[in-house]
């Protein structure tokens, strides 16, 4: 017997995976948390029957959620990831070096767990000493944390469900409050073939509170399209003025310092969906 | 009922996509031909069950297979396409006021007369005098036309079945010697994710070729892994040293000049497949 898992990306269109076995399986107080075993992708972490990762692309979503941030800011010590309960951005954000504290706000603590079991390849810094793991609401935690952190990411899953005040103007200025005077945040802000409306209305939202917004896009495969979005807000550094030169080429797979300001530089019609 | 389309990219992997009706289905000589009108990417133009091209995001492949060429090259009056029978290359390619003839040399001329029927968006600029449709195998052609052309595009189908010569070092060297001699040549090579391979073989016999040889990238949802790679061979002009600020920018949705030298800026692992 094959057995298959299909994700519906979308009402009429979606991918579809053979799966060799289902490792996990429960739902939770937020959410239905899966976990499988693809044949082309690896493990598959599936939270409400939506792709969040897989083994074999995880490296492009978390290196690409984290790194323009990291190396836009100069010096960037303190960071927060609200959601991101598998922990791969957090094992990002520990390759810097002048990082002294990386603080997890998930509100789901069984994808943590379930994480820390099944991708130990994505979870592996979450023991780290640098690392402090809370269980909670990002959005408490913010408003709890004024002018605190240095950069900020926003791992969320897509804007249904648990997740739907993570793309809210709200939160958006809540973190501007969380961040230091010279702070910056960056959030997922899906598909710009999927997305549009989305994308173009947290641009402008993000705009209008941060003095630089900024969007780049990376290639994840799983995810609906295959192009995918982030959205960055910034207080005081440009990411487009960064002396590439002078970035610290450590080991990645997808980002380089040779792509760091390449990635905002957007196909037409996603320029276009900026210009509102 | 509903009915789903689903292609297996991979033997493990795929995308699905709900239907609303089949629109064409016939096998001429070379391959299946099959119309379908899909929800999600309206018609999709399906040949031995692999997506070629689909009405709502064909515009990524034909913009990004031709303009990067006709871009670098300063004049390009004579232009080939092996392959491409949907049409969609050669619309792009007469967008340049330089070009004075476009020949098509597509072996299969049902794809051009279903292309015609089905897909008129796509097909639109087959009629215009400067066009040449010759349907004919591409190898030959170029066989027989040496010294001839400006730039000749390869716009093939998967490297299985008629296409698999489209890839083969010795066609590389045919093109070579029916450009021009500051001429131009890019070919679509696959994706990075699932073709890695293919990509640095082709990669490493265009630069024993070519004095330059690059390769690019561009998003397309409904291609295998939603990343997909062209690769250019050129004798003189590198697309890395033009100067975008002279560039027209015509109607596209993709291209821009803007993006004309990011696209080059290439993902660290498809760096490293270059390196072989």
Same mark, same amino acid.
């Given at each position: 017997m094959e057995l298959w898992y299909t994700e519906k990306q979308t009402e009429n269109y979606g991918i579809t995976a053979k799966i060799a076995k289902t490792l996990h399986k429960e739902t939770s107080e937020f959410q239905e948390i899966d976990m499988i075993e693809t044949l082309q992708w690896g493990r598959m972490l599936v939270l409400d029957g939506m792709?969040?990762?897989?083994? &074999?692309?995880?490296f492009v979503y978390h290196e690409m959620i984290s790194h323009i941030a990291l190396h836009t800011?100069? +010096?960037?010590k303190k960071v927060l990831v609200v959601g991101?309960?598998?922990g791969g951005a957090i094992r990002e954000i520990i &390759?810097?070096?002048?990082?002294e504290k990386a603080v997890l706000a998930e509100i789901d603590g069984r994808v943590i767990e379930v994480s820390k079991q099944y991708l130990p390849e994505i /979870?592996?810094?979450?023991? @780290? $000493?640098?690392v402090d793991v809370q269980v909670i609401d990002g959005i408490k935690h913010i408003h709890e944390n004024? +002018?605190? #952190?240095?950069v900020i990411l926003?791992?969320?899953?897509?804007?249904?469900?648990? /997740?739907?005040?993570?793309?809210a103007r709200d939160f958006y200025q809540g973190i501007y409050e969380a961040l230091k005077e010279d702070g910056i945040f960056v959030a997922q802000t899906?598909? $710009?073939?999927? +997305?549009g409306d989305l994308i173009r209305r947290v641009y402008q939202d993000i705009s209008t509170i941060y003095p630089i917004a900024r969007l780049y896009t990376a290639s994840i495969?799983?995810?609906?399209?295959?192009l995918w979005t982030f959205t960055l807000g910034s &207080? &005081?550094? @440009?990411? =487009?003025?960064?002396?590439?030169? %002078? =970035?610290k080429d450590f080991e990645?797979? #997808?980002?380089s310092p040779r792509i760091h300001k390449s990635?905002? %530089?957007?196909p037409k019609f996603v320029e276009n969906l900026l210009k509102g």
């Open positions: 792709v969040m990762t897989t083994i &074999k692309d995880e800011h100069p +010096n960037p991101g309960g598998d &390759k810097h070096p002048s990082v /979870a592996c810094a979450l023991g @780290d $000493p640098r004024k +002018n605190t #952190y240095d926003v791992d969320s899953t897509e804007p249904v469900g648990p /997740a739907v005040g993570l793309f899906e598909s $710009p073939f999927l +997305n495969p799983t995810y609906p399209s295959g &207080k &005081k550094y @440009d990411p =487009l003025e960064v002396d590439e030169a %002078q =970035l990645t797979k #997808y980002y990635v905002f %530089q957007l």
